[in-house]
């Protein structure tokens, strides 16, 4: 890795210091409230190792995945060396153990969305696992020739390739709701995209390449009315949001584990107890039958159908330790302070003539995590390789996001995105760096 000179030390020590943010002019005095609010969870790498032996490390990438606390690594740790049995299938006391923290987890996962039973939380090996799922057990049995699958613009590759897939399988129609130049999505004609033979609406909650947050009550409503089923793929809303899947009023649901600070290798399929009936189980083997015959076999009920093989027990068990500490370290919190790291972002970028932004700018300088832009005469990877020389990690590239990029003009975009740990300092060292790109 590169050294970082001894004016660039300097640089970096000065602005860890420095108190000059405290001096922007933030106008009214709710907007200074929300500031100091946000100033309240600045800088909190204490509880996670990774910036221990990283020290000098410049995280900004929290999109693509985050860090872990030390309770999570305690629970992995805690479950292989004093459980590690498999759930459902032992009878000895250490099986029962296991099952009973598997389950609790579950329950903890039902409450944390607030969904309506716990029978409607399936374990999965993450977000994409999860959608593919629904793709093939719901949808190859219900969607039919000449039906409609309506995505969006917006979506990551994982909710829009297994819908455009099943939809070439079954000869349906496969449909995207446009953007706006500004990232926004177009639902000025959303009567004549989502329509009586509408069977599946899928769509994104916060758009993981340039943050837009959807009007998700608007899309929701016109597909009840019409009668299809919604999927709406939660990765980059849970770990900042409050979720009320009831409220929400979706079908299916879905959430990666790593994104939470839990465990890569665990995600959550939220699917409400009235879909169980035509959501057929993609997988079959071991742990989720009842009875096998020569002739026939006969399924357990919801959730466990849906959960062939293997469970990733430990990982679960990290989720639900991600999941307490996000409770009680950073529910009240979070939002206003990634919120404030990313005004300040924006607005420092805005200074800087050859930087171009991505997405609805106001939207997120209020309650956005992440800010997209692109540099005049430099491709993103080389701006991410630049940006690494001083130790700032961010992601460079179309994010998985590729009919977006296109939509918008661009090939590969830079992505800075924060989380709790992810301080003032930090944002300004990272524009101050940016800066000599064209010095």
Not at 42 to 48: A, C, E, L, R, S
Not at 288 to 296: F, I
Not at 410 to 438: C, I, N
Request: aromatic share 8%.
């Amino acid at each position: 890795m590169y050294k970082l000179s001894a004016p660039d030390l300097l640089i970096k020590e000065s602005l860890k210091n420095c108190k000059k943010y405290k001096k922007i002019d933030y106008g009214n005095s709710s907007e200074k409230k929300s500031f100091m609010k946000g100033a309240l969870m600045n800088g909190k790498k204490t509880d996670f190792p990774f910036f221990t032996h990283h020290q000098n490390s410049i995280y900004l990438d929290n999109a693509a995945t985050t860090h872990k606390p030390q309770q999570v690594l305690d629970a992995l740790n805690q479950f292989y060396t004093t459980v590690n049995a498999n759930m459902h299938r032992g009878i000895y006391q250490l099986a029962e153990t296991a099952t009973a923290q598997f389950e609790a987890t579950r329950v903890q996962v039902a409450h944390f969305l607030s969904a309506a039973d716990p029978i409607e939380i399936i374990f999965t090996h993450g977000a994409t696992a999860g959608i593919n799922m629904v793709a093939h057990g719901w949808g190859n049995e219900c969607i039919q020739e000449g039906d409609e699958v309506v995505v969006t613009e917006l979506e990551h590759h994982s909710n829009f390739v297994p819908w455009q897939q099943l939809c070439i399988r079954k000869k349906a129609i496969f449909k995207i709701i446009p953007v706006t130049p500004q990232g926004l999505l177009d639902l000025s004609n959303i009567d004549e995209i989502i329509t009586s033979k509408t069977k599946m609406v899928a769509v994104t909650q916060v758009s993981n390449a340039i943050g837009t947050q959807v009007d998700l009550e608007k899309i929701i409503t016109r597909a009840k009315k019409v009668g299809s089923r919604v999927l709406v793929d939660g990765c980059q809303a849970v770990p900042y949001h409050s979720v009320d899947v009831k409220k929400i009023d979706c079908d299916f649901y879905v959430f990666s584990g790593h994104k939470i600070m839990g465990p890569t290798g665990v995600g959550v399929l939220y699917a409400r107890k009235n879909v169980h009936a035509e959501f057929i189980p993609p997988f079959t083997g071991g742990g989720m039958v009842l009875q096998v015959s020569s002739e026939k076999t006969t399924f357990l009920k919801a959730p466990r159908c849906y959960e062939a093989g293997t469970p990733p027990a430990a990982q679960v068990l990290g989720l639900s330790a991600a999941l307490s500490y996000w409770k009680t370290h950073l529910a009240k919190g979070i939002l206003d302070h990634v919120a404030l790291l990313t005004a300040l972002t924006i607005e420092g970028l805005q200074k800087m003539p050859y930087v171009r932004l991505l997405g609805p700018i106001d939207q997120l300088k209020k309650s956005g995590h992440l800010v997209s832009f692109v540099v005049d005469g430099m491709h993103a990877h080389d701006v991410a390789a630049y940006l690494d020389q001083y130790g700032i990690c961010v992601r460079a590239g179309h994010h998985c996001a590729q009919p977006l990029a296109r939509a918008l003009g661009y090939e590969a975009s830079v992505r800075v995105s924060f989380y709790s740990y992810t301080s003032v300092e930090d944002v300004m060292f990272f524009l101050k760096v940016l800066e000599t790109l064209h010095s």
